[in-house]
Nanobody
Framework: QVQPVESGGGLVQPGGSLRLSCEAS????????MGWYRQAPGKQRELVAR???????NYVYPVKGRFTISRDNAKKTVYLQMNSLKPEDTAVYYC?????????WGQGTQVTVSS
């Protein structure tokens, strides 16, 4: 089964920025809503942002105004620009379709926000 490949994570100070990328393959990418999810230690995986095939976006309240999701259907890639990062944003970030996970879950990319 297709597994997305997430990249772009790292260690950043509070207030810093990161840009995550997720490359997926297969014919379903361009027709599905894509989401960025995150899982913090000891917590369940949660959706943080999603983008429809045509570009409509939706964000959970804690990241609204700080994160921007975008997609390039030709490259089968979805991005997450994260600004004004906070320690509570620390998590492993994944991408997958929304609401049902059509892809296998990838390895994710670790984002650590710490001074």
């Amino acid at each position: 089964q297709v597994q997305p490949v997430e990249s772009g994570g790292g260690l950043v100070q509070p207030g810093g920025s990161l840009r995550l990328s997720c490359e997926a393959s297969g014919s379903i990418f361009s027709i599905y809503i894509m989401g960025w999810y995150r899982q913090a230690p000891g917590k369940q995986r949660e959706l943080v942002a999603r983008i429809g095939p045509g570009g409509s976006t939706n964000y959970v309240y804690p990241v609204k105004g700080r994160f921007t999701i975008s997609r390039d259907n030709a490259k089968k890639t979805v991005y997450l620009q994260m600004n004004s990062l906070k320690p509570e944003d620390t998590a492993v970030y994944y991408c997958n379709t929304f609401p049902n996970s059509k892809y296998s879950w990838g390895q994710g990319t670790q984002v650590t926000v710490s001074s």
